[in-house]
T-cell receptor
Framework: GNSVTQMEGPVTLSEEAFLTINCTYT??????LFWYVQYPGEGLQLLLK?????DKGSNKGFEATYRKETTSFHLEKGSVQVSDSAVYFC????????????FGRGTSLIVHP | NAGVTQTPKFQVLKTGQSMTLQCAQD?????MYWYRQDPGMGLRLIYY???????DKGEVPNGYNVSRLNKREFSLRLESAAPSQTSVYFC????????????????FGQGTRLTVV
């Protein structure tokens, strides 16, 4: 079946540090890939997405590239801020068979001033 | 716009009690979903409704029932609450079923934190 694996957290960084949160997936065919962000006490919000291989999703300084050869969609940001502290979820949606969106377990990011 | 509104935000139940979690969206979306979020488990789909009048089981439906009351509202009912149902519950909606529009973004409510003692 489909699955999404994210690196375990929490990830703790100082402000202005470089961020990478790893995400790999297992799915046949060509799923669409997403990153969602959950700020404390809130629901999930779509951060960025990519629908085909080599696509790069970007938003608010975050980027992720759909790498089919490595089945990965790693989230990166060049300079994190305290306000980026949140839980980040990688997700996939695949057409054909089960259409239920699959989420990773989430990675908590803590940014210190 | 209110987006997706869930009520209540917090609830404590005793084992065996019943309750209904309410969800309403004002975006005229076709599809609605109920997820539960547990530490280390991510989000797991309980039930979904691809369109008004239809409901389907997700990954973890046992112990729950749902009703798609109309296009706006999708409720989740716990008939006999158990401590294993202690969780944070999220309702979400999207314009079209995931399968048909791969780019569709889902909008989430703020969650209901449920504790069963």
């Amino acid at each position: 079946g489909n699955s999404v694996t994210q690196m375990e957290g929490p990830v703790t960084l100082s402000e202005e540090a470089f961020l990478t949160i790893n995400c790999t997936y297992t799915a046949t065919g060509y799923p669409s890939l997403f990153w969602y962000v959950q700020y404390p006490g809130e629901g999930l919000q779509l951060l960025l997405k990519a629908t085909k291989a080599d696509d790069k999703g970007s938003n608010k300084g975050f980027e992720a590239t759909y790498r089919k050869e490595t089945t990965s969609f790693h989230l990166e940001k060049g300079s994190v801020q305290v306000s980026d502290s949140a839980v980040y979820f990688c997700a996939l949606i695949k057409s054909g068979g089960s259409y239920i969106p699959t989420f990773g377990r989430g990675t908590s990011l803590i940014v210190h001033p | 716009n209110a987006g997706v509104t869930q009520t209540p935000k917090f609830q404590v139940l005793k084992t065996g009690q019943s309750m209904t979690l309410q969800c309403a969206q004002d975006m005229n979306h076709n599809s609605m979903y109920w997820y539960r979020q547990d530490p280390g488990m991510g989000l797991r789909l309980i039930y979904y409704s691809a369109s008004e009048g239809t409901t389907d089981k997700g990954e973890v439906p046992n112990g729950y029932n749902v009703s798609r009351l109309n296009k706006r509202e999708f409720s989740l009912r716990l008939e006999s609450a158990a401590p294993s149902q202690t969780s944070v519950y999220f309702c979400a909606s999207s314009e079209a079923p995931w399968a048909r529009v791969m780019n569709t973004e889902a909008f989430f409510g703020q969650g209901t934190r449920l504790t069963v003692v």
